[in-house]
RNA sequence: GCACAGGUGACCGAGUGGUUAAUGGUAGCAGACUGUAAAUCUGCCGCUCUUCGGAGCUACGGAGGUUCGAAUCCUCCCCUGUGCA
């Protein structure tokens, strides 16, 4: 009971996360740190299913808004920010609630990663033209000399791993696994609670396609062309929704193959993000979705045991 | 009604006599994930068994036929698209 408690909420797009954390928050004098790797950037409004202005106002959120378009948030900054925003929160003698769906984000918050050498462009761009030349299989031959025990867990056609892992063995001159043999440095402090919302997949599907066709209408093309005007190398701007409404400016599809591939985008994230947070130890899954009455009320029930 | 084109596994789409349960792709399901993660990648994917080596069954619009052997060739029928009437 001395440690001060940090709930935790995730689930996969649509199944009502932020109408659950607002409720949560306003139930228990709580503030929201958002766990969304689009969020942190500002003027991505209508594609990020943001809170509204009216629900931040009602509950402070944190780790929204927080970027340029332009700028390059990573998961080791979300880590640094959103422990701070934490901190704080508790320190206030708040509740602080972390929700949101990005799942290598939370688990830098809550885990911590490895301590390594940040991105370096110079030497990723080297690595990625070697693989334009030479192929997947040379720059995972090259991981297998200087890392065997990471190129036998990463396939060669993740580039984008196996890229990672020789950027960090070579910066480090170690191999990346050794330095994973150091350990990370998971958040300290506080009994987290980890609540899960898995609602029943057709229900979540129906949502999905329902939110996506809804960004659409409610400007989403318009928002896009704004930032690709502004921005044009945003990077955000490849993420879901985003990438299909720049698609069809480009008059690579019609409106309605870019509404139809957005919805498709967003159930395959959905599932990826399931399959990910079905490992996250000590979670207390829920069925039904976030804005669901029952559902809060059975969530609110097993946490007022706890505070 | 005639003339072409075509009907392939949930869908799109290759295959034009034999190592073909049938290349690809999509969807679906399962999985991985340590600083691009709304990213990137992997596996399974007709049915039923399996000692996990395999075994059996059913499949390329339908019915017959040719052949040792057909999704592939022939005949008839049904359906779809386009053109001409």
Known sequence: MSEPLLVVIFGPTASGKTGLSLHLAERFQGEIVSCDSVAVYREFEIGTAKPSREERTRVPHHLIDIASPNDLVTAGDYSRLARHAIHEISARGRLPIVA??????????????????????????????????????????????????AAQSIHA????????????????????????????????????????????????????????????????????????????????????GYKQAIQHLRGEMTLEEAIAAAQQGHRNYAKRQMTWFRREPEVEWFAGFGADPETQRAIEKSLAVLI
């Open 157 to 240: 056609n993740d580039i984008a791993k196996v890229i990672r892992a020789l950027e960090v063995s070579i910066t480090a001159r170690t191999p990346m696994t050794q330095m994973w043999q150091e350990g990370r440095e998971p958040l300290r402090g506080f009994r987290i609670v980890r609540i899960g919302l898995n609602p029943d997949r057709e229900a979540l599907y129906a949502r999905i396609n329902a939110r996506a066709k809804e960004m659409f209408s409610a400007g989403l093309i318009e928002e896009a062309r704004a930032l690709l005007e502004r921005y044009p190398d945003a990077r955000p701007l490849t993420s879901l």
């Open 100 to 149: 949101g769906g990005t799942g290598l984000y939370l688990r830098a918050l809550l885990e911590g990663l490895f301590t390594g050498p940040s991105r370096s462009e110079e030497l990723r761009a080297r690595l990625r033209a070697r693989v334009e030349e030479r192929g997947p299989h040379y720059v995972h031959k090259l991981l297998r000399r200087l890392d065997p025990k």
